[in-house]
């Protein structure tokens, strides 16, 4: 189970970071991602990160950082300089090593981020 956290309404520019805890799985097997979906538009990779390396995708590439802690069992997304177009649902994802990002296998419930401009 992934519970997210850490939206809430931010003014362009600002900043916020989201929250990740996993329950129930053995996190550290797991490569950790976020992913966001605005109204209207389809679901998009954000972030992942898995045994020492991140990766992003090219609209937040410099303004998003993505971490975890394997002791706590949370994946973090620190968001800066955030745009009006970084509203969305932000969801947490986790799937197994080896695999990629079309095959997840946990979602967390979605946590709300609103930029305004």
């Known amino acids: 189970q992934l519970q997210a956290s850490g939206g809430g309404l931010v003014q362009a520019g600002g900043s916020l970071r989201l929250s990740c805890a996993a329950s129930?799985?053995?996190?550290?097997?797991?490569?950790m991602g976020w992913f966001r979906q605005a109204p209207g538009k389809e679901r998009e990779f954000v972030a992942g990160?898995?045994?020492?390396?991140?990766g992003y995708a090219d609209s937040v590439k410099g303004r998003f950082t993505i971490s975890r802690d394997n002791a706590k069992n949370t994946v973090y997304l620190q968001m800066n300089s955030l745009k009006p177009e970084d509203t969305a649902v932000y969801y947490c994802?986790?799937?197994?090593?080896?695999?990629?990002?079309?095959?997840?296998?946990?979602w967390g419930q979605g946590t709300l981020v609103t930029v305004s401009s």
């Open positions: 994802a986790a799937r197994m090593y080896g695999g990629n990002w079309s095959s997840v296998n946990y």
């Open positions: 129930g799985l053995s996190f550290s097997r797991y490569a």
């Open positions: 990160v898995n045994w020492g390396s991140s």
